[in-house]
Nanobody, 122 residues
Framework: QVQLVESGGGSVEAGGALRLSCAASGYTYSSYCMGWFRQAPGKAREGVAAIDSDGSKTYADFLKGRFTISKDNAKNSLYLQMNSLTPEDTAMYYC????????????????WGQGTQVTVSS
């Protein structure tokens, strides 16, 4: 069974940076999508970034180049480097994965972590 555990969230001031990590276990897929999502109170969950097993990346338009998704296959880890944070980035951030490298953006994901809170103050 695939398990995902996020870490790295916290409270920062506007303009600050955080790096989120997602540790995966029980993951044996050779072709897959992994992604970061976020959900703020009272708002719908939205996709932030996705990466497939070949390293191809997709980002949400609202990021404007501020975030970078990456992975380390040897460590079974997914990362999200977040720079120039704004209060609008405040949300619970989740990592997720599914066993297909097709349609990483906009397709349902099978496994989810518990989330890590990111709070950006002004």
């Amino acid at each position: 069974q695939v398990q995902l555990v996020e870490s790295g969230g916290g409270s920062v001031e506007a303009g600050g940076a955080l790096r989120l990590s997602c540790a995966a276990s029980g993951y044996t897929y050779s072709s897959y999508c992994m992604g970061w999502f976020r959900q703020a109170p009272g708002k719908a969950r939205e996709g932030v970034a996705a990466i497939d097993s070949d390293g191809s990346k997709t980002y949400a338009d609202f990021l404007k180049g501020r975030f970078t998704i990456s992975k380390d296959n040897a460590k079974n880890s997914l990362y999200l480097q977040m720079n120039s944070l704004t209060p609008e980035d405040t949300a619970m951030y989740y990592c997720a994965t599914r066993s297909s490298a097709v349609g990483c953006w906009g397709s349902p994901y099978n496994y989810w972590g518990q989330g890590t809170q990111v709070t950006v103050s002004s």
